[in-house]
Structure formats: structure tokens, C-alpha cells
């Protein structure tokens, strides 16, 4: 059977010696430029040509392929141009830097912020050619945007993701993605995502965290301990629903199940033919997030406005052509149910009302009988599938087994930025995973906390319930405790302690200003804020007790010779040599010749060595290696920097009041 390439050829006028063919004019201009999507490509134009003419397969190949070139980036090179292309794009800028600090050195009335604006403007017109767009804050300073814009990991992070939804979007256009082909995301995207995974692992266990007590941990270890860990998610989601639950049984509201979806145009493919929409505007799927979300927003101030209140969660997954979709467990007063179902319908149903199918598809509710299940129960299919596919259901809803699904439905959510679990109206869950980190073992530290800061007994009472709740896994109770579903965050009596991280040992000391500041301050010049504890009632209790130190693992290996017994790990394996302490070395009778490898062994060789390079392994080191020598260029170019000079108030006399 020939390839789709190879049937692409039978398409289009011949060519002659002096002008190419139509088929050769493909093979250059889309085939050998995006060999990763080639395949692809041939065969989404094999079907639109057959259907429409050799014009308008060409017309569609030229359309798909421009969401493959971002200004001078094409999005199907690999990982390791890309990095490339990262470094030059910062070492730009930073060159351009320099170059308008030179200009404008001569300049008396030229200060560092007309340089920081010049240069600001320069890197911004970069991105903006390589369609990326900063979705910077108003209120960030313009020296914190150039320092990410200089930042080769900046760039790294940003091309990743464009290029991932690019080449996503392409394979939805091409008739990549539906329940016939790569359900819920491509085989492609699936394959990078995979090749993600694994450098964000090799990471992991690459740097290890050590405490003040001398305890040593790799990132991989420590993640698996936490919410990383999709089985310890996935048990925390359980819990917090189950308990909901319990304590909306005992307010007596009644429990609600809506699905809310896109309108027609959202969807690249039918539902059942799998054959191309005609309604399809070329949407992404982050674009229909957009839209439901911008849907509930209006339906919540709708709501608010009539003082109906809920709460409950929400779930977002993928129809099978990667068009996300809401499942939302709700929980209201009984008398508000019938409001607020119409309120949601009418506003489901505002836009394109008529198109078939959306009376029946766009809004669907479904009321929660405690006599047939549990609420807990009817969601638990919708929280497994969206995690890693682990119990409660064998196969989606389309006959997939969830080992193969699950991977592909987190790959969707990773590669469009989709946040796929939200609990709407409930407590703040930091505030419940800060007080369980203050279990038994930590007493003796809470009571020192307690006798050096002397809240009051009140609230060393609600401290105690509320640490009783949370270490026994009682949501409902903890729920009661901050004052009950739909209360205000401000009205909560507990919320996260967040300050600004004060600077280690010297770490705030300017060589170039010779001030030393006091809070410290992150990559891109902004002071760090981090989490210490939880403020209960207005009084500070500290929960974190560890302080950690980042650094590369120690590894011994068989080069590392002050190890001992480094070739085996034992005193009989230390290094040994034919020289002793009796007799000298007889190179007579020992020729120290290296010994000649043989074809076979010399490729041998070459191959694991090439397969080494390519490793997950070293890559990350590579990666950390590069991060530390670039972090060394920034303090030694502090250090060289000439001290500024001495401002004009430095003559003046110093005024002391009589």
C-alpha cells in the first residue's frame, strides 16, 4: 500500500525542464519543510483534493502549514533546536541591550530606565514576530519584563508551548483527533508530552533537597510524597466531595448535576461520522474554555445578583475530538434549585439557540437522589478519568481501556493549559493542607510557637479543632469550622500566612551599589513572597518547621575515585595496581600498549555513546550545568561592574536641625 506522500503525486500538472511540477512544488514547499507532519500533511490534501480539486488541496496545505512557521521559528524542529533558538533569542536582546547602553552612555540627560524602555520595545517586537504575546501584569515593572524577555529560559518555556499547540491545532485540522483516530489529543502530542514527562523526571532526580537537620531527599522523591502524585489528588478530590457532601445532607440542600458544552462551531469534526464540520470556525480548545468560562462568569453575577447562592465542583474534560466540555456538581437550597436551573438554561442558550442539536446537547441537568447513589459516587468516574484512569471505571465512554485514555486526557489538559478541577463556593484548601502539616510529631514546635507569640485562649481552642479536623480527614468538620459552605473568603477565620522572603547570608549584598537589601528577590528582579504558615483569627502560626537547600545530586561513579571502593562499593573492589610497596613497576615485561578495537566494538562504542547524548539523563544535567555557568556570568559581570559615581549630593553638607 503506497503512502499518502506517494499518492499525492498523481495530483496536479506535470513539470518540465524548466518549471517543476505540481507535485514537486509540494514536496519542497510543505513535505521536506515539516517532516515531522509530512505524512500528515499528504494525507488531509489526498482528501480534500479528491473532493475538491488538486487548487483547493493546495489552497488548504498553504492554510495548515502557516500555523506551522512563527516568524523564523518552525514549530516541528525538534527539542534541541529549540533550546538553541531560546539562547539566541535572549542572547539578542541582551546584545541590543548593551548596544543602546553605549548610544546613550554620551547622553547627560539618558537615564537606565530610557534604556530599559528602548531595549523593552526591541525584545517585545521579537516575540510579538514569533507570535508570542506577554500577558505581563499592568502593574510589573518594565525592568521585570526585560528580564524575562532576556531569559533563554523564558524563551525555552513560551516556544515549548507554542509549538506544542500549534502542531496540536494542525493535527486537529488535519482529522487527527476524534474517537476513530488519536482520541481526546494526537499520537503526536501524546509522544511529546511522554518525551516531557521524562526530562521533567530526569530533573527531579537530578537535584535533592537537604534541611537544617541534614536530610537529604531528590525532588522525585519529595513530589511522590505530595499532590504530584495523582493517586494522593486523587484521594484528596474524593474526600473533599464525599464530605461536601455529608455536610450539604445535613443543611438539607439539594445536590444538582449540569453539563455545559460549546455550540457547534467549537467542533472540528461530527460527533458520530467523525467526517469535518462545516460549522467548524477553526477554534482551539483553549478558545472553548474561554467561552464557558466567560458562560459561568456571567451566570455566577447573574446569581449573585438574586442572592442565590452554590457551590460545589467542577470537572473539565475533552469530547473526543479534544473540545472541552463541563460537568459541574452543585450543590443549592432546595427552594432556589428551579431559579437557578432556569437562569443556567437561558444562559447556556443565549448563543446560537437554533443550530440542531442544542436544546437537547448544551445544558443538561440532572438532579441527585440520595436513594440511587451517592453524589460522590456519581462524579467519582468523571475525577478518576481525568487523573491517571485508576479505579472506578474500566473503559470512557467510547469503549477506550483508561490506560490507554487517561495518558491522552492529561496530555490535552497539559498541552492547552486547562485547569481540570475546581471546587466553586468552599474553604480555601491551602489553609487545610497548611494545618495538616502540623501533625503530632510537630507539638513540641507548635507549643513553643504558641508560648513565644501567646495568641489568646480562643484561639488556641479553634486551633485545636481546627487541627483535629484536618489531621483526621474530616472535610465536613473543617467545612463548619470555617464558617460553612458560600462563606466569604474575607469572612473565613483562617487564610494563608504569605510574606515576603527575607535574604539569607549576604545574599541581598550589591557589589555594584554597596546596599544590602533585605527582601529577596527572584530571577526576573521581583521580591519573593512564600508561605509560612496560617493566620488564624488574626494571630500567625507558623507550619513550616523545614527550611531546604537546592543542589545538584551527589552521584559516585566509576570516575570518582576518592569514593571507596568505587568500582564495586567495597574494600576487596578498591582500585589496584601491579606496582607495590616490595617491587617497581616492570614495564619491560608489560608493554603498555592501548589495545586495538575492532570494527564491530569501535560502532559498538559510537552507538551507546550516541545513545547517552540522546539520554533524558543527559540532558538535565546539561540543562543544570548551563543554568549554574549562566547564573556564574551574572554575578561575575555584578562583580566587574565599575562602581556608579558619586551623586551630586554627596558635596553638600549634611543639615542638622538645632
Not at 521559528?73 to 541590543?96: F, G, M, S
Not at 564491530?600 to 539523563?617: C, D, F, H, I, P
Request: glycine fraction near 6%.
Amino acid at each position: 500500500m503506497t503512502n499518502a506522500i506517494e499518492q499525492s503525486r498523481a495530483f496536479g500538472a506535470p513539470g518540465n525542464a524548466k518549471t517543476p511540477g505540481c507535485a514537486e512544488w509540494r514536496q519542497t514547499r510543505f513535505f521536506d519543510r515539516f517532516p515531522l507532519l509530512a505524512e500528515d500533511l499528504a494525507s488531509g490534501f489526498v482528501l480534500r483534493a479528491k473532493s475538491d480539486g488538486n487548487a483547493a488541496g493546495n489552497r488548504w496545505l498553504a492554510d495548515v502549514t502557516r500555523q506551522l512557521i512563527a516568524g523564523p521559528w518552525n514549530v516541528t524542529h525538534d527539542d534541541e533546536a529549540l533550546v538553541e533558538h531560546a539562547k539566541a533569542q535572549a542572547r539578542a536582546i541582551e546584545k541590543r541591550q548593551s548596544e543602546i547602553g553605549a548610544q546613550l552612555r554620551d547622553d547627560p540627560t539618558a537615564t537606565e530606565a530610557d534604556v530599559v524602555r528602548q531595549t523593552l520595545w526591541f525584545a517585545l517586537k521579537r516575540a510579538e514576530e514569533h507570535h508570542i504575546r506577554p500577558d505581563f501584569p499592568r502593574r510589573m515593572p518594565k525592568s521585570s519584563q526585560l528580564a524575562r524577555l532576556s531569559c533563554s529560559l523564558w524563551w525555552r518555556r513560551n516556544l515549548r508551548r507554542l509549538s506544542s499547540r500549534r502542531i496540536e491545532q494542525v493535527q486537529r485540522d488535519i482529522g487527527r483527533v476524534h474517537r476513530r483516530a488519536g482520541i481526546y489529543c494526537s499520537s503526536v502530542t501524546v509522544k511529546r508530552r511522554s518525551e516531557q514527562k521524562a526530562r521533567n523526571n530526569a530533573l527531579l532526580e537530578a537535584v535533592e533537597a537537604i534541611n537544617q537537620h541534614g536530610q537529604a531527599y531528590t525532588l522525585a522523591e519529595l513530589s511522590e510524597l505530595g499532590l504530584a502524585n495523582p493517586d494522593h489528588r486523587r484521594a484528596e478530590l474524593m474526600l473533599r466531595i464525599r464530605d461536601t457532601e455529608a455536610e450539604a445532607r445535613r443543611l438539607g440542600h439539594a445536590g444538582l448535576f449540569y453539563t455545559l458544552t460549546c455550540p457547534s462551531r467549537f467542533h472540528p469534526v461530527r460527533s458520530k461520522s467523525c467526517s469535518r464540520n462545516p460549522a467548524y470556525d477553526g477554534a482551539t480548545p483553549r478558545d472553548a474554555q474561554g467561552y464557558i468560562t466567560a458562560l459561568w462568569a456571567r451566570i455566577r453575577a447573574q446569581l449573585a445578583r438574586e442572592e442565590l447562592g452554590m457551590y460545589g465542583l467542577r470537572v473539565v474534560e475533552p469530547h473526543h475530538d479534544g473540545t472541552p466540555h463541563w460537568h459541574m456538581l452543585i450543590w443549592a437550597d432546595a427552594d432556589n434549585v428551579e431559579r437557578i436551573n432556569e437562569i443556567m438554561r437561558d444562559y447556556a442558550l443565549a448563543d446560537s439557540p437554533d443550530e440542531p442539536g442544542a436544546q437537547r446537547n448544551r445544558l443538561k441537568v440532572v438532579a441527585i437522589d440520595p436513594a440511587k447513589g451517592s453524589a460522590a459516587g456519581y462524579v467519582a468516574k468523571y475525577i478518576s478519568k481525568n487523573i491517571n484512569g485508576q479505579q472506578y471505571m474500566a473503559a470512557d465512554q467510547y469503549g477506550h481501556a483508561m490506560e490507554s485514555s487517561a495518558p491522552r486526557i492529561e496530555a490535552w489538559a497539559a498541552v492547552w493549559g486547562i485547569r481540570q478541577f475546581q471546587f466553586v463556593g468552599l474553604p480555601s484548601v491551602t489553609v487545610w493542607r497548611e494545618v495538616r502539616r502540623i501533625t503530632e510529631q510537630q507539638a513540641q514546635q507548635l507549643a513553643a510557637w504558641e508560648e513565644a507569640t501567646r495568641p489568646g485562649q480562643r484561639v488556641r481552642e479553634f486551633v485545636r479543632k481546627l487541627r483535629t479536623a484536618c489531621n483526621a480527614g474530616a472535610w465536613d468538620q473543617f467545612l463548619r469550622l470555617m464558617g460553612g459552605p458560600m462563606t466569604p473568603r474575607n469572612m473565613q477565620p483562617a487564610k494563608p500566612w504569605n510574606v515576603h522572603k527575607c535574604n539569607s547570608e549576604g545574599e541581598g549584598f550589591s557589589r555594584v551599589t554597596g546596599e544590602e537589601t533585605v527582601i529577596a528577590k527572584g530571577r526576573y528582579g521581583e521580591q519573593m513572597q512564600v508561605t509560612f504558615g496560617v493566620l488564624i483569627k488574626g494571630a500567625e502560626y507558623l507550619t513550616r518547621f523545614y527550611s531546604w537547600e537546592m543542589r545538584r545530586k551527589t552521584r559516585a561513579g566509576a570516575y570518582d575515585f576518592s569514593q571507596k571502593g568505587s568500582y564495586g562499593g567495597s574494600e576487596a573492589s578498591d582500585p589496584w595496581t601491579c606496582v607495590n610497596n616490595c617491587t617497581g613497576p616492570d614495564f619491560e615485561a608489560r608493554q603498555l600498549t592501548p589495545k586495538r578495537l575492532s570494527p564491530q566494538e569501535e560502532a559498538l562504542q559510537a552507538k551507546r555513546y550516541q545513545e547517552w547524548q540522546a539520554s533524558t539523563e543527559y540532558r538535565a544535567e546539561i540543562e543544570l550545568a548551563q543554568q549554574e555557568h549562566e547564573e556564574v556570568q551574572i554575578a561575575l559581570a555584578e562583580l566587574n561592574q565599575p562602581a556608579p559615581p558619586p551623586s551630586a549630593w554627596a558635596s553638600m553638607p549634611e543639615y542638622h536641625p538645632i
